[in-house]
């Protein structure tokens, strides 16, 4: 248990002041927007809840709630009043036991008795808080009734009781709504009033319980808002304002309605009650009473209760900042108190009332200016960073990165070499005085160091591994930069003129990475990041249309000039020359590569068609753009995918999910086996008949009045296909590899293990958004067959390009930097009840849908070509992985640096949990790229 300073105890008006509310009821709407309440919605579904506000006795504000809204670090903002970490976001999946000074604690110490229904998230947080509990879970959310009559259910016996003092009841129903279908969904409406009606029936007991001696208190509060597309966890005004609602036969009746409410800090909450409960406020919390609240007291409570508030806000500044004396808020608050004791002396002499009452009056304001201004020094260096941990990874990443970029030429070289020299007895040495420098550094850091470090905190056994990978990889990096001196001494056969082979495509592809690597250091390219990757690949499709053109119509006349010089280039090829002329001599010297020159590919028609491709890509981009609007800026702007999904355009949206999957059908069945074109089109009837099930879409014959059921029969149907077609693919993948069979075998099992992964998609995916794997089955199949075949792009270039376009079909699908944008629905697609694994497996995979198709694509493409040399799947597995890589350890040096920016936790810090998984599926991506090579060296070899 954590161990508290008895607050407020040490004060000169020392003891805690005794409660002011007998009950207290909390009622916690997960996601209830600010004008759920207060705006029209309110009005029409909640008017029982409307007059209390309009002309009852209550007090109502809007509570800011600060980023993640996400309901676990909300929960506990609520709760200790402090600000949460953004690590809460991950662990808000597996929350465990709260250690800090919280409210809950407090009322338990008090010997306040509990109860709690809902969330099961508050049951972990405190596990042996309440005295009696049911909780229902969270993460199910395609259950909008059950979740919330499971908490409803207790309510009528919960009230006739008399054997409690706070309950707290958290309702779900309204959150899965939003998570499924939106705020403006027609959902919505009946499930306002559902809890207008719950409230209703809560506020009627309390009145009827009240006796003479004290009163009681209803709040009501949402834990985070929801955006426009219904989800949450960013920082939209959507997303953080919440209604919060104190209701209470203490305070004043209302005479105008009001018009619009106070805004107040979240964290405000857990002050203001633990004043109103009797309790000491809780030790890390930053929130200022809500004075309105206590109003109703004399001024001297009113002076006190300030104070306690002060004196807590003043001892945890003192406690965080050396120089605490100097600041701005504890001045303030060392004035007020002084001008306090002047005003409790007056008080005591009994003096003239009209003075006291004004000079009252300034002391409160006093304190008010005071509370606020320590409030938000506070919150602005409650966050400690974990400096040495922090170092120790940023220095791991920067090692990976170094030891890829200095094997570029080797890895990009013929035989497509990458290995990690860890072993070379020349600096076993080094290695080891390394490792027992680090050591030391380490015994000196956790042991100097006084607060709170992930990494010391490891276990001695981890920490050293840690060491010892670090002056390893050191090693490596060491004995690498000596052999390039070591070749670079020697003589060189044939110099190679670097600059003068460089096309557009490789200048395009090395300025657009820079560029975009730079952009990271912005909030704003961060948030609007899709825009960058739209303009690289229109940009690309632009140098590309150049490059068809000039192959189509002005090598013709060249030809036989244009084949010398590619023999020209193929003689002057060393070990070390560049990435780019690397296939060609393959293609060129191999039976199979028939002609010398492309353009004898490209007759009639076709030639035409290749020309347009690029144009047609770029309009395929352009529909794709409007489908999903993104980022922060102009996310609110109507497109094409909320037309598609509010309910008055249910045939359209029907129709576009039929042809789409229509689509998806021809475009993957091609290169299919006659099984799996069979599973292939009965899946794709399930995904339809799926999104039937779950109300998104109508048969043409069924005009609504169907009722809605989970589609968990539907999803599991499409599944067993999933499964038996991936099956399939792995199987010619074995085949190919145990029994040296040809390699078509090969590719129809890469393909078959894609086309699973298509139908996986498309069950997952929203019916708005299937057209995004249409286009994107669709501009794979066309760049294929009119520009990558025909143009003998190398390894490398073709890598980057899919990889460039992976990149912007995440953003096309609707993603975007921020948390709110992950549809966490898709977790839940043929699952009864949450269960972890397959939930996170399905949500990642959908979110990072986009890029992992392109992986996969290309990789089906590069072990396609038989014209290519054999390296070829070994140099695109390693061109991905430099792609990812660059990135990522920039920008974890970005983050590291721009830690006290405003925007850290609500722009940077998102966008890194992004690259974080994103660098896990890059990884699992590559591992599947170097099985596949293996295959292929084994049959080299044989
Ligand atoms: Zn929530
Ligand atoms: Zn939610």
Redesign the pocket.
């Known amino acids: 248990m954590p161990c508290f300073c008895c607050l407020g105890m040490v004060s000169n008006w020392t003891k805690i002041p005794p409660p002011l509310f007998k009950k207290v009821v909390i009622v916690l709407i ?2 209830l927007r600010d004008d759920f309440v207060f705006g029209s919605k309110g009005k029409q579904f909640m008017p029982y809840t409307t007059q209390v506000v309009e002309k009852g006795t209550s007090y109502s504000f809007i509570a800011e709630a600060k980023p993640p809204t ?2 676990m670090p ?1 929960i506990k903002a609520l709760m200790t009043g402090g600000i949460p970490g953004f690590i809460d976001v991950v662990v808000n999946l597996n929350s465990p036991a709260l250690l800090e000074d919280n409210l809950i604690w407090q009322a338990k110490t008090a010997g306040k008795r509990i109860i709690f229904y809902g969330d099961d998230t508050w049951v972990k947080l405190f596990p042996k808080h309440f005295v009696e509990y049911d909780g229902t879970t ?1 993460f199910f959310v395609s259950d909008f009734t059950e979740v919330d009559d499971n908490v409803t259910r207790h309510l009528d016996r919960v009230l006739k009781r008399e054997d409690w003092d706070l309950l707290i009841l958290h309702y ?1 129903g309204l ?1 899965h709504i939003g998570h499924m279908t939106g705020p403006n969904s027609p959902l919505v409406g009946p499930k306002l009033r559902e809890m207008d009606n719950i409230l209703k029936k809560i506020h009627i007991s309390l009145l009827s319980k009240e006796e003479t001696s004290l009163p009681n208190l209803l709040v009501v509060c949402g ?2 808002g929801m955006s426009e597309t219904g989800s ?1 966890g960013g920082s939209s005004e959507g997303e953080v304002h919440t209604p919060l609602l104190f209701i209470s036969s203490a305070f004043e009746k209302r005479s105008a309605p009001l018009a619009q409410p106070e805004l107040v800090q979240q964290t405000d909450l857990a002050s203001t009650l633990a004043i109103g409960l009797g309790l000491p406020i809780s030790r890390n919390s930053v929130g200022n009473l809500i004075l309105p609240v206590v109003g109703g007291k004399t001024m001297r409570e009113q002076l006190r209760f300030l104070h306690l508030n002060g004196f807590q806000l003043s001892r945890l500044l003192q406690e965080n900042t050396p120089a605490y004396e100097k600041d701005p808020g504890y001045e303030h608050f060392k004035i007020a108190e002084k001008s306090h004791g002047n005003w409790i002396k007056l008080y005591l002499e009994g003096n003239n009332s009209e003075i006291l009452l004004n000079l009252g009056k300034k002391v409160l304001k006093q304190y008010l200016e005071a509370l606020k201004t320590l409030s938000s020094s506070l919150s602005k260096q409650v966050a400690q960073y974990d400096m040495y941990s922090m170092m120790v990874g940023t220095v791991i990443i920067m090692e990976v990165l170094l030891l890829l970029l200095l094997s570029v030429p080797k890895a990009l070289s013929k035989r497509a070499e990458f290995e990690v020299p860890l072993s070379p007895p020349l600096f076993s040495l080094l290695f080891y005085l390394m490792c027992l420098m680090l050591c030391a550094v380490h015994v000196i850091v956790c042991t100097s160091a006084e607060s709170l470090c992930y990494f010391c905190s490891m276990s001695w056994l981890t920490a050293v591994g840690v060491m010892m990978l670090i002056s390893a990889l050191m090693c490596g990096i060491l004995s690498a930069i000596a052999k390039i001196f070591e070749n670079s001494r020697l003589p060189l056969k044939n110099p190679i003129v670097s600059s003068s082979n460089w096309s557009e495509i490789d200048a395009l592809i090395l300025a657009g990475t820079l560029c975009h690597v730079l952009s990271l250091g912005a909030s704003s390219f961060i948030e609007e990041e899709h825009q960058t990757w739209y303009f690289l690949i229109n940009t690309l499709c632009l140098v590309l249309c150049q490059e068809q053109c000039r192959n189509n119509f002005l090598l013709k006349e060249c030809d036989p000039q244009h084949s010398t010089s590619v023999r020209q280039n193929s003689d002057c090829i060393g070990e070390t020359s560049e990435s780019k002329n690397i296939d060609i001599p393959a293609a060129s010297n191999s039976k199979l590569g028939r002609a010398t020159s492309s353009s004898e590919f490209i007759k009639g028609s076709d030639k035409w068609l290749s020309v347009a491709t690029p144009w047609i890509i770029l309009i395929c981009c352009r529909l794709l753009r409007s489908l999903n609007q993104t980022g922060v800026q102009w996310a609110h702007r109507p497109d094409f995918g909320h037309w598609l999904t509010s309910s008055e355009h249910k045939p359209e949206l029907s129709f576009l999910a039929a042809v789409s999957l229509l689509m998806i059908f021809f475009l993957v069945q091609r290169r299919c086996s006659l099984v799996s074109k069979i599973a292939m089109a009965l899946g794709l009837l399930g995904v339809y008949s799926y999104r039937a099930a779950i109300g998104n879409v109508i048969f043409p014959w069924q005009h609504g009045g169907k009722d809605i059921s989970k589609g968990i029969t539907e999803a599991r149907f499409v599944y067993v296909f999933v499964l038996g077609i991936v099956f399939t693919g792995t199987k010619d993948l074995l085949k190919s590899q145990v029994i040296s069979a040809d390699s078509s075998t090969k590719s129809t099992g890469l393909w078959e293990v894609y086309s699973g992964l298509v139908l996986l998609a498309a069950l997952l995916f929203r019916p708005h958004n299937l057209p995004v794997l249409v286009f994107c089955l669709l501009i794979q199949t066309m760049m294929t067959k009119y520009i990558w075949i025909p143009l003998k792009f190398d390894a490398a270039q073709i890598t980057i390009m899919h990889y460039w376009f992976g990149q912007a079909f995440f953003y096309f699908q609707g993603n975007s930097n921020g948390i709110a944008t992950v549809d966490i629905s898709a977790g839940f697609v043929g699952l009864d009840s949450y269960v972890e694994l397959p939930a996170i497996f399905l949500t990642a995979f959908t979110t990072y849908a986009g890029p992992l198709l392109w992986a996969i694509h290309l990789l089906c493409y590069l072990s396609s070509e038989v014209s290519r040399n054999s390296a070829a799947v070994g140099h695109g597995c390693f061109c991905y992985a430099v792609m990812r890589s660059i990135p990522v350890a920039v920008y974890v040096v970005l983050v590291t640096g721009l830690r006290y920016h405003l925007f850290i936790w609500s722009v940077f810090s998102p966008k890194l949990l992004y690259e974080g998984v994103h660098v896990f599926i890059t990884a699992a991506v590559c591992l599947f790229f170097t099985a596949m090579d293996q295959n292929h060296s084994y049959k080299v070899q044989d």
């Open positions: 997960d996601a996400v309901t909300r969270s779900l959150d834990d985070h949450h």
